[in-house]
């Protein structure tokens, strides 16, 4: 079992920035490839953003490129969502995950993911 922690979401004016975090309770982690999706109210939770597991390899919702980054630092077990140019359509409870799947063959697919975090709000004001 791996318990998935988020931190770092808040209140934040439209064009400021956030970074949150992913951090995971076995070291197994580093293992494991990581997206991150988000849910607005009313709204089916959608994919924003996935990792592999050696941080190689990265994909992004077309609505977040550019804008967002995730990245992976696996000595800290520890997975990180750079948002930048925040939208009030970003606004959304974002939840990280984990894929314990080597083959990692659908990123943006929820439904391949095996954990998941407790998710942390984001509002971005306009």
């Not at 969502?81 to 063959?105: G, H, I, R, W």
């Amino acid at each position: 079992q791996v318990q998935l922690v988020e931190s770092g979401g808040g209140l934040v004016q439209a064009g400021g920035s956030l970074r949150l975090s992913c951090t995971a309770s076995r070291r197994t982690f580093s293992n494991y490839a990581v997206g991150w999706f988000r849910q607005a109210p009313g709204k089916e939770r959608e994919f924003v953003a996935a990792i592999s597991w050696s941080g190689g390899n990265t994909y992004y919702a077309d609505s977040v490129k550019g804008r967002f980054t995730i990245s992976k630092d696996n000595a800290k077990n520890t997975v990180y969502l750079q948002m930048n140019s925040l939208k009030p359509e970003d606004t959304a409870v974002y939840y990280c995950a984990a894929d314990t799947n080597p083959s990692f063959a659908r990123p943006s697919t929820r439904y391949d993911y095996d954990y998941w975090g407790q998710g942390t709000q984001v509002t971005v004001s306009s």
